[in-house]
Nanobody, 115 residues
Framework: QVQLVESGGGLVQAGGSLRLSCAASGSIFRLDDMGWYRQAPGRQREFTATITRGASTVYAASVKGRFTISRDIAKNTVYLQMNSLKPEDTAVYYC?????????WGKGTLVTVSL
């Protein structure tokens, strides 16, 4: 019903920046919260950041002050600006969205941070 497609991942050196995008399509009359999760090699998937329709944001402690989540409601798109990247940020980043109490997930985009 709802499709989410992430883009913007890639290889970057420690201290560099990347901007991820997530575009939603399908039955998206009104999406509620949108956000990002990530899964590092050998680790469980973990919460990264969320944003509401009212632009309230919540960040994981590990990324607070370095990452910024934003949203373009008209374009049904959410972004994650990642600055001061560390090797520990290496992971597959997944977009998530909530619609009328139902959660949807993208396929993920790989971010690799080298030393």
């Amino acid at each position: 019903q709802v499709q989410l497609v992430e883009s913007g991942g890639g290889l970057v050196q420690a201290g560099g920046s990347l901007r991820l995008s997530c575009a939603a399509s399908g039955s998206i009359f009104r999406l509620d919260d949108m956000g990002w999760y990530r899964q590092a090699p050998g680790r469980q998937r973990e919460f990264t950041a969320t944003i509401t329709r009212g632009a309230s944001t919540v960040y994981a402690a590990s990324v607070k002050g370095r990452f910024t989540i934003s949203r373009d409601i008209a374009k049904n798109t959410v972004y994650l600006q990642m600055n001061s990247l560390k090797p520990e940020d290496t992971a597959v980043y997944y977009c998530a969205a909530s619609l009328r109490g139902v959660d949807y997930w993208g396929k993920g985009t790989l971010v690799t941070v080298s030393l």
